[in-house]
């Protein structure tokens, strides 16, 4: 056996990658699939299309590689997280389109649910605030809204889960015979689950009305989960991990151990701090979540910063606003300028996420004079990026009481190296950019490669991690101090911008 496959489920696309027993990509592919807004605020995914899209990829990963399942070890999932379906157990159909992570159709459920007790109100028991990102006011919503749902559901006619669920359950024989389960990072991001006992809470269940019957079971991240169905390209090759992508791309960073850390720049941004065995709550606005857990021992937690809007931003200036052509050329356009020219940009498109959690703040664009043209906006808009990581990454020190030295990044955006200037001179500390940019499709290769021996531990795997690029801060400590002030001006000037 001399490869791992892993499978990246994300928001905008799915990758399947080949990686070797150096950790390295051998091949891959990919394929983007739909967006659906059908309202302000509504983000959904046909889980379908992003099923055949699994498949093809594989498909197009194996024959670029041409390489066949004989030589696979194991199978990797990562995938976008929060999402939800609910399907028919019989048929395999979703009742509704999957709703997205970014969707906030069900901030009347969180406003209800915080009427008693607040928005902080299970924190300690799942270490998230109440909000609509997570997942559990979505499989609500659905139970609601497609008729006969609810009855259907308590007779055990409907399952649920989160895009791994989904698709672990499908590559498994689906209704023949699949597979229904999920892994503890993201059971961890429900709503439902016991961050402690790691078990589903039946008080939250109860509370948000969803019956136990549709839930999958919680495995550990690095575990077997099944074996891939007959006539698939990969048939039985087992499945031996899942990791949220968040959590895969800290695996795939190597970050296996207390203190470490990355920053993923992708649709949004998502640093992770590892706590090692401890579960730290936030008292700064950052989430607590499970970095990973092997089989067979205890649970690895992190503490989150969760930043909504960041290559969002970017699709956004050039879909919308029609900008620049291609998202990399933000880079030529924003180096074109010195300088914002007194721009900032706070994008608040879904509210603000870490550390505020303000539901009710919308996007807005300060400091426009005549002199101030496109390239100072996609500038602004980088500078966004750069102060917003900045600031979860001030949360994370606050709260582990420890100096993140270094930040290690990933993600879609740091092909992007003016960002990453900009992003030292922000934050003041060096910014490392790995060989292998895909840390996330890395991570699940790792999770998985890890179950069935093909690696044999985390120390073998901290050797696979290089240093590809770094930058330095190179602007003053007063100029730096002016330019946060600013940005902290803005942020608060968004605040309860909806009633
Ligand atoms: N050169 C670039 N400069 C700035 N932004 C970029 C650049 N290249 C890509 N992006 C942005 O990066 C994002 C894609 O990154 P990535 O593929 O890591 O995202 P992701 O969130 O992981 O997506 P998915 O959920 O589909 O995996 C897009 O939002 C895109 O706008
Ligand atoms: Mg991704």
């Known amino acids: 056996m001399t490869y791992v496959v892993a499978i990246d489920q994300g928001t905008t696309s799915t990758r399947a990658m080949i990686v070797d027993v150096q950790g390295l990509p051998v091949a891959s592919g990919q394929l983007e699939h739909r967006q659906y807004f059908p309202q302000p605020g509504w983000v959904e995914h046909d889980a379908g299309e992003i099923w055949r899209n699994t498949r093809e990829v594989v498909g197009i990963a194996l024959s ?13 999932i990562a995938n976008q997280r929060e999402t939800v379906v609910v399907w028919d157990r019989r ?17 009347d459920y969180v406003d209800r649910l915080a009427k008693d007790g607040g928005t902080d109100r299970f924190k300690s028991l799942t270490g ?3 909000a609509t990102y997570f997942s559990a006011t979505k499989i609500a919503w659905i139970l609601d809204h497609v008729a006969g749902a609810k009855e259907r559901a308590v007779r055990g006619e409907l399952l649920c889960g989160t895009i791994d669920t989904w698709l672990v359950w499908n590559l498994t024989g689906g209704p023949d015979g699949g597979v229904h389960a999920t892994d503890v990072t993201n059971a961890s ?23 136990r019957v549709m839930l999958p079971e919680i495995k550990a991240s690095s575990a077997l989960y099944g074996s891939i169905e007959s006539s698939s390209l990969l048939r039985e090759v087992p499945i031996a991990g899942i990791l949220g992508d968040q959590q895969a791309a800290t695996f795939g960073q190597a970050a296996f151990d207390k203190g470490d850390s990355k920053n993923t720049y992708g649709t949004g941004n998502f640093l992770i701090v590892n706590t090692g065995d401890e579960l730290v709550a936030s008292r700064h606005g950052l989430i607590s979540t499970v970095a990973y857990q ?26 919308s606003l029609g900008l620049f052509e291609n998202a990399a050329d933000i880079e030529t356009l924003a180096m074109s300028v010195d300088d914002t020219g007194g721009v900032v940009m706070v994008p608040a498109f879904s509210g603000l996420y870490a550390p505020y959690w303000r539901p009710e703040a919308r996007g807005a664009i300060f400091g426009l004079t005549r002199y101030a043209t496109r390239a100072h906006i996609a500038r602004a808009a980088l500078e966004s990026v750069a102060f917003q990581s900045r600031e979860v990454i001030e949360a994370a020190q606050a709260d582990t009481h420890t100096s993140i030295p270094v930040l290690k990044v990933d993600g879609g955006m740091v092909a992007n190296e003016l960002l990453l200037q900009l992003q030292a001179d922000i934050w003041g500390k060096p910014v490392v950019r790995p060989r292998v940019m ?14 069935v021996g093909f690696w044999q531990d985390t120390e073998q795997l901290r050797g696979l991690w ?21 940005w902290h001006k803005a942020v608060t000037r968004t605040f309860d911008w909806v009633e």
Do not use: C, K
Not at 67 to 75: C, G, L, Q, S
Not at 189 to 211: A, C, G, K, V
Not at 477 to 486: G, H
């Open 189 to 211: 991001r429900t709503l439902l689950m016991d961050i402690t006992t790691l078990q589903w809470s039946e008080e939250q269940l109860e509370l948000f009305d969803i019956p």
């Open 64 to 76: 670029h590689a041409d390489i066949t399942r004989h030589e696979m070890a194991a199978v990797g």
């Open 128 to 130: 998230l605030p109440l």
């Open 466 to 486: 290089h240093e590809d690029s770094r930058w330095e801060p190179s602007i003053s400590i007063n100029d730096r101090a002016v330019r946060v002030a600013q």
């Open 91 to 107: 048929t395999g159909e979703p009742i509704h389109r999957a709703i997205v992570w970014q969707d906030t159709r069900t901030q």
């Open 294 to 319: 092997r089989e067979g021992q205890p649970p690895r937690y992190a503490l989150e910063g969760s930043i909504a809007v960041t290559g969002s931003l970017v699709q956004w200036l050039r879909d």
């Open 438 to 451: 895909e840390t996330t499709a890395l991570g699940a290769a790792y999770a998985a490669g890890l179950t």
